[in-house]
Nanobody, 124 residues
Framework: QVQLVESGGGSVQAGGSLRLSCAAS????????MAWFRQAPGKEREGVAA????????YYAESVKGRFTISQDNAKNTIYLQMNSLKAEDTAMYYC?????????????????WGQGTQVTVSS
């Protein structure tokens, strides 16, 4: 059974930085791809960034390009999300997810395993 455990969330002021981690067990990340999603109160879950193993190709939502960086550590079966220049609109619960089928990286339906989430709060 796949287990994803996020960590690293917290409260920061606008302009600050946070680094999220997602440790995967029961899932061979090196053979697949993973992503970060976020969901703010009253809003739909949206894709933030994704990373594909092998070539390490990455994808980002337009709203976070240039500020967020997704990376991987295959040896630790862990992905990270470095978030810089945080804005109040980045406030949300952030989830790590593992893909189980082909599809658009930002489509939650592509992902079959989800972590419990880690809260990120940015004050302006």
């Amino acid at each position: 059974q796949v287990q994803l455990v996020e960590s690293g969330g917290g409260s920061v002021q606008a302009g600050g930085s946070l680094r999220l981690s997602c440790a995967a067990s029961g899932y061979t990340y090196s053979r697949n791809w993973m992503a970060w999603f976020r969901q703010a109160p009253g809003k739909e879950r949206e894709g933030v960034a994704a990373i594909i193993s092998g070539g390490g190709s990455t994808y980002y939502a337009e709203s976070v390009k240039g500020r967020f960086t997704i990376s991987q550590d295959n040896a630790k079966n862990t992905i990270y999300l470095q978030m810089n220049s945080l804005k109040a609109e980045d406030t949300a619960m952030y989830y790590c997810a593992a893909a189980v089928r082909a599809g658009a990286w930002y489509d939650p339906g592509v992902f079959g395993s989800w972590g419990q989430g880690t809260q990120v709060t940015v004050s302006s």
